[in-house]
């Protein structure tokens, strides 16, 4: 059988026992199987950075980096011209990743990050200007490559965290390590 939707395993005719498990172990040994301790160091800098390791794992086997940062939008941070100060929660989760990963920020005009920087001393290390919501996909890669360009990070290090699905599409646009919904990171803490 060579169809449609066969996945090319081993065929039930005979000899069928043999190509099982050499089917199994030819499986196996694509599988990448890690040493314990360097499990425990990926275990223990997942719980630094605040996100489950599955979440951390995926990042790290498709990019082949580490988290270095996380990007915010203004809208995962609560944010606006009539509040431009996070809340209390957001503010100690942010403060928790202090030296675990540069924390970055997009900020929607017409709040500028430069208050949003002098409301939050120590809170986030870069604030810049976000993509309009209308600006075209190169024009939204270019402002979040600046951002991240700024700090002098590698882009498949850089996770964003996104409230809705036109921030989520900044990963994409930027070539950026993965995105995380707001309410999931934030929960998290």
């Known amino acids: 059988m060579n169809g449609i939707g066969h996945n090319g395993g081993p065929t039930l005719a005979a000899g069928y026992g043999f190509r099982k498990l050499a089917w199994g172990k030819a499986r196996k040994s694509l599988l990448k199987t890690l040493p314990i301790e360097i499990v425990r160091v ?94 075209g996909w190169s024009e939204t890669r270019e402002k979040i490559s600046k951002l991240v360009r700024s700090r002098d990070l590698p882009k498949d290090g850089v996770v964003v965290i996104a409230a809705t699905e036109i921030e989520k599409e900044w990963c994409m646009a930027a070539k950026l390590a993965g995105t995380i919904a707001a309410e999931r990171f934030f929960a998290s803490s």
Not at 48 to 75: C, E, P, Q
Not at 80 to 101: F, T, W, Y
């Open 42 to 135: 990926r275990v223990a800098r997942a719980k630094r950075l605040g996100i489950d390791y599955k979440t951390y794992a995926s990042i790290r086997a498709s990019t082949g980096h580490d988290v270095v940062a996380f990007l915010f939008s203004g809208n995962a941070l609560g944010l606006s011209v009539r509040k431009p100060v996070i809340k209390q929660d957001e503010a100690a989760r942010l403060a928790g990743l202090d030296g675990a990963a540069e924390r970055l920020a997009a900020i929607y005009s017409p709040l500028s990050p430069k208050v949003v920087l002098e409301a939050h001393p120590n809170l986030l290390d870069m604030a810049a200007q976000a993509p309009d919501f209308l600006s």
